[in-house]
């Protein structure tokens, strides 16, 4: 356990512009069905990841004023 702790601690985090520029090779050595696939992924989940929470606000929202 210790050495597992050890080695991620030294182990280097990748900052975020390092990341977008290996998103950014990744996507200049993809086909472009490949790359299409990819971006349709990320899209479902953005909207997994936004629309999911703006749904129940709203809901809640709908319910709160219907009440009053």
Known sequence: ???????NLKKKR???SERFRNFAGKMEHLSPEACFE???VIMYRM????GIPYFI???????????G
């Open 14 to 16: 990748a900052t975020l």
């Open 38 to 40: 990819m971006l349709t």
């Open 57 to 67: 606000y709203v809901l809640f929202s709908f319910i709160r004023m219907t009440a």
């Open 47 to 50: 909207i997994l990841f936004l």
């Open 1 to 7: 356990m210790e050495k597992y702790i050890a080695l």
